[in-house]
């Protein structure tokens, strides 16, 4: 077995507003604690949806996996970008 990575200290959010609505698609690097077990660092998928107060409250709509498959993760929202491109599904700009 290798070293053992580095735990991070606190989560680090990467967020973007998913529609007018201002529901929320956060993207966290974590560290998750399973019972028993050593802790992992994870990269979090999550929806944020906004409740009737006005916050934005997490959903049960999202996937967490280990960060050592960030880079598969990566790798496919890549190809469906370019593919999307090349199919025209976009209009141009990246900030769609």
């Not at 973007?16 to 992992?40: C, E, H």
């Not at 409250?57 to 370019?82: E, F, H, I, W, Y």
Request: aromatic share 6%; net charge positive.
């Amino acid at each position: 077995m290798g070293a053992r990575k580095p735990e991070l200290a606190e989560p680090i959010p990467f967020r973007f507003f998913k529609n007018r609505r201002k529901d929320v698609v956060a993207v966290t690097l974590q560290v998750f604690t399973p019972a028993g077990k050593d802790p992992i660092n994870v990269v979090d998928v999550r929806l944020f949806a906004m409740n009737r107060a006005g916050a934005n409250v997490p959903t049960s709509k999202g996937v967490s996996m280990s960060v050592n498959r960030l880079p598969d993760l990566a790798k496919a929202v890549s190809q469906a970008l370019a593919k999307a491109r090349e199919l025209g599904l976009l209009d141009g700009g990246d900030d769609e």
